[in-house]
């Protein structure tokens, strides 16, 4: 694969999921990313208990090596001045700077955009945050459950009326898309800075990714009071943009969203070519007028057989359909394993899956490795920059008894997920 980003050099100084996820994507993309770890603690997300799935339980942790894959890790205390003297040194020589600390955080440590300026002028700085950079919430952290999910509208507009309670959201829901923004916001930024000279500062929150995936209910809502009524699968006015069970009890969902278009089709294809003669049900207009009727007759047939008889009828139908599936059978679709959606990782002689960026490059499928232990390449980064730090003379001399570098304040974690002091929870 053709590394776009190949040479561009990238400091992480983030937890959790929506900022190392950019990072993630921007080391996919041929980016060199170095992730600051506390050399006690680590990345909380390396503990997290996330779908009732308990960090540790299985062999490999999904998470944390969804969110970092591709990137070098160092133990590193940067509230003590040789920490953060190998923290500015690695700043020094990198192009972008990449943090979800909270304000007072990113004050106390002078992680500020004066603060990291002060050591490369020229460094792009983004950072991520719960509900944004200004307003009277600016020192308030957010996860993507109450933010990006609940405060976002997300899931008013997706939980059924008569739910007796908000339907919780998927893992990480809010902050892989974030992630993605901020990725490409980095991505642009980087090409202004090679175009005009600029280094930009990135701001991107949950919240505002939030407004933007719900964009047309937010819009609508400017303009209609209340906004969109949220429709029930029997008030959908176009049969052919709805979805019907199966005598299987599966699910199969129409998107034909030109309905005259493709329904003689369709009628002809489920065996029911009757009905594209009906009157009732011949055009769109009718088919609203009649809604209900055209809808009973569809519910009837698609419960009257299984999932496997529908995908042969249905296959080769010029609109479009698709099977809900379950994340286990994604794993496996066709097209999913055609176009390398899912990928085969190494980890020392096994393989687990984890799923690459959606962008693909020059027609290849990404390349992907493991994330690493925690201050996994402490070692190798402290001798890369041991020339030029005056109190590192051999990091692998001086680490070699203890683990822990005490010099310079870094050093390999070990497995343990306590309170991160200094690290207080961020914006993602």
């Not at 998927?170 to 892989?176: M, Q």
């Not at 929150?205 to 809502?221: E, F, G, I, K, R």
């Given at each position: 694969?053709?590394d776009?980003?190949?040479?561009?050099?990238?400091?992480?100084?983030?937890?959790w999921?929506f900022?190392?996820?950019?990072?993630?994507?921007?080391?996919?993309?041929?980016?060199?990313?170095?992730k600051?770890?506390?050399?006690?603690?680590?990345?909380?997300?390396?503990?997290?208990?996330?779908?009732?799935?308990?960090?540790?339980?299985y062999?490999?942790?999904?998470?944390?090596?969804?969110?970092?894959h591709?990137?070098?890790?160092?133990?590193?205390?940067?509230?003590?001045?040789?920490?953060?003297?190998?923290?500015?040194?690695?700043?020094a020589?990198?192009?972008?700077?990449?943090?979800?600390?909270?304000?007072?955080?990113?004050?106390?440590?002078?992680?500020?955009?004066?603060?990291?300026?002060?050591?490369?002028?020229?460094?792009?700085?983004?950072?991520?945050?719960?509900?944004?950079?200004?307003?009277?919430?600016?020192?308030r952290?957010?996860?993507?459950?109450?933010?990006?999910?609940?405060?976002?509208?997300?899931?008013?507009?997706?939980?059924?009326?008569?739910?007796?309670?908000?339907?919780?959201p998927?893992?990480?829901?809010?902050?892989?898309i974030?992630?993605?923004?901020?990725?490409?916001?980095v991505?642009?930024?980087?090409?202004?800075?090679?175009?005009?000279?600029?280094?930009?500062?990135?701001?991107i929150?949950?919240?505002?990714?939030?407004?933007?995936?719900?964009?047309?209910?937010?819009?609508?809502?400017a303009?209609?009071p209340?906004?969109?009524?949220?429709?029930?699968?029997?008030?959908?006015?176009?049969?052919?943009?709805?979805?019907?069970?199966?005598?299987?009890d599966?699910?199969?969902?129409?998107?034909?969203?030109?309905?005259?278009?493709?329904w003689?089709?369709?009628?002809?294809?489920?065996?029911?070519?009757?009905?594209?003669?009906?009157?009732?049900?011949?055009?769109?207009?009718?088919?609203?007028?009649?809604?209900?009727?055209?809808?009973?007759?569809l519910?009837?047939?698609?419960?009257?057989?299984?999932?496997s008889?529908?995908?042969?009828?249905?296959?080769?139908?010029?609109?479009?359909?698709?099977?809900?599936?379950?994340?286990?059978?994604?794993?496996?679709?066709?097209?999913?394993?055609?176009?390398?959606?899912?990928?085969?990782?190494?980890?020392?002689?096994?393989?687990?899956?984890l799923?690459?960026?959606?962008?693909?490059?020059?027609a290849?499928?990404?390349?992907?490795?493991?994330?690493?232990?925690?201050?996994?390449?402490?070692?190798?980064?402290?001798?890369?920059?041991?020339k030029?730090?005056?109190?590192?003379?051999?990091?692998?001399?001086?680490?070699?008894?203890?683990?822990?570098?005490?010099?310079?304040?870094?050093?390999?974690?070990?497995?343990?997920?306590?309170?991160?002091?200094?690290?207080?929870?961020?914006?993602?």
């Open positions: 694969m053709h776009v980003l190949r040479g561009v050099k990238i400091v992480e100084v983030a937890q999921w900022a190392p996820s950019a990072a993630a994507l921007l080391a996919e993309w041929g980016a060199e990313v170095v600051i770890e506390h050399p006690l603690h680590g990345d909380p997300l390396r503990g997290l208990t996330t779908g009732g799935a308990m960090a540790g339980s062999d490999i942790n999904f998470m944390f090596e969804q969110a970092n591709g990137k070098r890790s160092i133990g590193l205390d940067i509230s003590q001045p040789e920490g953060r003297a190998v923290l500015d040194r690695l700043i020589e990198s192009d972008v700077f990449i943090t979800s600390f909270l304000p007072s955080v990113r004050d106390k440590l002078a992680l500020d955009v004066e603060d990291v300026r002060a050591v490369n002028p020229d460094i792009i700085y983004a950072r991520a945050h719960g509900a944004g950079n200004r307003g009277p919430e600016r020192e952290g957010g996860f993507d459950s109450a933010v990006f999910w609940a405060r976002g509208s997300v899931v008013h507009h997706l939980t059924p009326a008569a739910a007796g309670s908000p339907i919780p998927r893992p990480s829901f809010g902050d892989g974030s992630g993605l923004g901020m990725a490409g916001a991505a642009a930024a980087l090409f202004g800075r090679e175009r005009h000279g600029q280094p930009s500062v990135i701001d929150s949950l919240l505002a990714t939030a407004a933007w995936v719900m964009s047309p209910d937010v819009c609508a809502a303009l209609i209340g906004g969109l009524r949220p429709s029930t699968r029997e008030e959908l006015r176009n049969p052919l943009a709805n979805c019907f069970r199966t005598s299987d599966r699910w199969i969902w129409l998107a034909m969203l030109q309905a005259d278009r493709y003689a089709e369709f009628c002809e294809r489920i065996g029911r070519p009757d009905l594209a003669a009906d009157e009732r049900f011949s055009a769109d207009q009718a088919r609203v007028a009649n809604l209900r009727a055209c809808m009973s007759e519910d009837t047939e698609f419960a009257a057989h299984p999932l008889y529908w995908r042969e009828k249905l296959n080769g139908l010029s609109g479009v359909w698709a099977v809900v599936q379950t994340a286990t059978e994604l794993l496996d679709d066709p097209q999913v394993i055609a176009n390398g959606y899912v990928a085969d990782v190494d980890y020392n002689g096994r393989t687990h899956r799923v690459p960026s959606p962008a693909q490059f020059d290849q499928r990404p390349v992907m490795t493991r994330a690493p232990e925690s201050g996994e390449h402490t070692d190798e980064i402290l001798g890369e920059l041991g030029t730090l005056p109190f590192v003379t051999n990091p692998t001399a001086a680490t070699a008894e203890t683990g822990v570098d005490e010099q310079v304040g870094c050093g390999p974690c070990p497995p343990t997920f306590g309170r991160i002091g200094n690290w207080t929870k961020s914006s993602s």
